[in-house]
């Protein structure tokens, strides 16, 4: 079945760096487009970054661009979300997602079919 794990969240002052993970396994990792997106406790989940099967095209939320870069491994099954420069309006929980063959957009999480159960990013100022 269609698996998706996150780690390497945690607690990080302003300024700092995480880098996310994203194992997928159950699947043809190599042809799917991938996405991350971000969720606050009384908001909706939010689009952070997206990137294509091969790795070659990607885009970000305008509140990351520049800070964040998302990549992939295929050979390793593996996402990642690379954070720099972190703020405090970063702190949600990052889930990693799978996008759906035939969408034709890459922000809306009805976009994509398959959620990992996501990890916690929490910036202290």
């Known amino acids: 079945q269609v698996q998706l794990v996150e780690s390497g969240g945690g607690l990080v002052q302003a300024g700092g760096s995480l880098t996310l993970s994203c194992a997928a396994s159950?699947?043809?990792?190599?042809?799917?487009?991938m996405g991350w997106f971000r969720q606050v406790p009384g908001k909706e989940r939010e689009f952070v970054a997206h990137?294509?099967?091969?790795?070659?095209?990607?885009k970000y939320a305008d509140s990351v661009k520049g800070r964040f870069t998302i990549s992939r491994d295929n050979n390793l099954n593996t996402m990642y979300l690379q954070m720099n420069s972190l703020k405090p309006e970063d702190t949600a929980v990052y889930y990693c997602?799978?996008?759906?063959?035939?969408?034709?957009?890459?922000?809306?999480?009805?976009?994509?079919?398959?959620w990992g159960q996501g990890t916690q990013v929490t910036v202290s100022s």
């Open positions: 997602a799978r996008r759906t063959v035939n969408s034709v957009t890459y922000e809306y999480t009805r976009s994509y079919d398959y």
């Open positions: 159950g699947f043809s990792f190599r042809q799917y487009a």
């Open positions: 990137i294509v099967w091969g790795g070659g095209s990607t």
